[in-house]
């Protein structure tokens, strides 16, 4: 008998389209909250103005509303004078006015401050202005009825500040995916606990809990399971009754250890779809459906889960919440070195950038298995290595996607 | 009287240097917290490895530990024979290895499944390893004693892996900085509360307190204050009684209604530092310090608000984190229009970037006036156009610094 690994390495975008199509993920319901509680939470409909927005016409800058054919013609050498009002604004007067007051029944426009002189009663006028000039008119930030938030969005500070200057209190965002999480391994302790020679304190679930935090789901600790069918069918048929998403990470492979993929065709159809897919690390990912639910069964290796995370469980939880897509940002930078690869695998090189001189450069962070942590730590981005490419070049420009800030780059 | 706006405007470098110089910001205190609630807080000082990571030889691949010199000139046409063991591995033994599995005594090398047939009791070798091959050695990781997270790291998922792999379950971090936020304005009205005709929803101290919950820090909320110098004074006194660092929008401008700077001066020395900065928006923004704390005093205007934040709060509130820089994603992007500036004036254009055959696009928003809070859900990041170019043209190359995601910019 000749163990070759995987029969088929199945590649990521194939697998991926196989998985979303069983599985048909859609949006999960809604909750109503205040917008106080609204921060990188998702809308779950649109946000239609119920008002205009500014409610009222109103003055772009601070100095003093006035009707504009009172200005015409007005310039430094030859200035239009108005007399000052504290009321409505009738020909040839002009009211002080602060940027976002509302404009006073008469005027049509404001002037700003730097372009007028004052004296006694009156102002002098320096400049012309047109009518409608520094004013903001009613409705020209929002139209009443419009959609000013749409559906999907992952409310930020600058979104909260638009919902509240409709009047809008109360929101409906997409409930957050529960994601149970599960470690598996004979060699696992819990954190907290001396772990003994040989064993291994568990790092994973952290890892995931946070990572689910960080996108707005809410993870559950199923805790460690041992390598036995049993222990480990308990706790994924736990998981199931718990939450929208299944994650275990250890117990991947290929050969006798192989039971997450093992035990998870035991407790129903369809069980897995895909187990091991073309790509470095991560090798040994298996997803799965059972009783409609996504099941993603990653690597031990933190790194290599990490990376599964992120190409399979990530987007999913996106469309769970119903985000289209919320791609980390990237940026492009030159290697700073030649690396390998293998034809027929997608890479996921860690690397480091800085930048020097105003331009951006990736050096691949040296690693020799995909369990070494540090790899990460050390890295601030991944390039990915197409299947096609034996390699990259040094000094050839590649896509970074990333996920730690930059060190040294400073910008104001 | 000529009111021509501020006598001297202050350009932005300038302003913030004279700033720290006189307010000396330093780092705050620290608290001892979970791992589990570290996500996103700083790291106080330096973790450094209690033990060495992996903390013993292990396993890089699955399949079998052996002694190195046995697989010396095996091929596929002339495989090694090696026995099969549950114990120490001797001459010409070996032993099923999982990756992540420690390396079993007699050991030096591992052989991938891949390259290896069993049959019996025995396995056949295709490839030779030498002495250290798909081993990760004892320490590789991370070396005892050695620093594996720097003071001043704000903890994501990765860093807290590398954390709980080292066996460290509590973590020094810095404190919340508190920040109070007070809006002014006679305008004002709460959130939830019907704004009567001429009055406008205060939606600043939602968006201030979501930017320092984004940041890490502490938001207090004081209230709105009208504009009198009594009411504002009370609650400036409140904040700098119970934070760490003291925000206003509103009141601040040039002449009779600029309160803020007004009160501030009259509370104390040195009171205010800087008023009116060579930017656009933001130009009334001052910057001020009460009993050795800082009071960013910023527009009424959210937009041109958020944008002092950005430039004067922000770098402030990280260094009393101790974080020396925390830049927003940038990417290079090619303007679709050409756009105005003013000489002299650092101006902050909204943006809204996009990707199209793989090239990134920056649209500047139409705006009219700071106060379009639209501008903002319309943009996903902002272009520097320096205080020395009278605007940028069409097809030029501009740093984006973002601040929300690239539509359709999917990418895995």
């Keep these: 008998m000749r163990l070759k690994g995987f029969e088929k390495l199945t590649n990521i975008d194939e697998a991926l389209s196989t998985f979303v199509k069983k599985l048909k993920p859609e949006r999960l319901g809604f909750e109503r909250i205040s ?63 602060w940027t976002g007051n509302p404009l006073p029944k008469g005027a049509d426009a404001a002037v700003m401050l730097e372009y007028t002189k004052k004296a006694g009663g009156k102002i002098e006028v320096e400049i012309p202005v047109t009518p409608g000039g520094n004013v903001s008119k009613r409705g020209e930030d ?21 919902v509240a200057a409709l009047g809008t209190t109360y929101v409906k965002v997409v409930k957050k995916p529960k994601v149970a999480i599960l470690s598996t391994g004979n060699e696992l302790v819990e954190l907290g606990h001396k772990a003994a020679p040989n064993q291994i304190v568990d790092t994973n679930r952290l890892i995931f809990s946070s990572m689910c935090q960080e996108l707005g789901a809410e993870p559950l600790n199923l805790g460690i399971a041992k390598d036995n069918l049993e222990e480990i069918g308990a706790k994924i048929r736990e998981g199931l009754e718990k939450a929208d998403v299944v994650i275990t990470t250890g117990g991947t492979s290929v050969g006798y250890l192989d039971l997450v993929p093992t035990v998870v065709n035991q407790i129903g159809a369809p069980g897995v779809i895909v187990h091991g897919i073309a790509m470095r690390p991560g090798m040994p990912t298996a997803l799965a459906i059972l009783q409609g639910k996504p099941v993603f069964i990653l690597s031990g290796n933190p790194v290599a889960a990490m990376i599964g995370f992120e190409v399979f469980a990530r987007p999913l939880l996106l469309k769970l919440l119903g985000v289209d897509s919320e791609p980390r940002s990237v940026l492009e930078a030159r290697l700073t070195r030649r690396v390998a690869s293998a034809l027929g695998r997608r890479v996921f090189l860690r690397v480091s950038v ?33 299947e096609n490419r034996e390699g990259l070049e040094e000094g050839e ?15 104001v």
Tied chains: 1, 2.
């Design 354 to 386: 800085f930048e020097r001189d105003g331009k951006f450069f990736a050096e691949p962070v040296r690693i020799k298995g995909s369990g070494v942590i540090s790899t990460m730590t050390k890295a601030n981005g991944y390039v990915i290595i197409p």
């Design 35 to 97: 917008i106080q509680a609204a921060l990188g939470r998702v809308t779950a409909e649109d946000i239609q103005a119920k008002n205009d927005l500014p409610p009222f016409d109103r003055s772009a800058v601070d100095g003093y509303a006035v009707r504009a054919r009172d200005t015409f013609e007005a310039s430094q050498f030859s200035p239009k004078f108005l007399k000052l009002t504290e009321n409505e604004v009738h020909e040839n007067e002009a009211r002080e006015i």
């Design 397 to 411: 420009s590649a896509i970074v996607h990333l996920f730690d800030k930059i060190e040294g780059a400073q910008r």
């Design 142 to 162: 929002v139209q009443k009825g419009k959609v000013a938030i749409k559906a999907g969005t992952r409310l930020k500070p600058h979104h909260l500040g638009l």
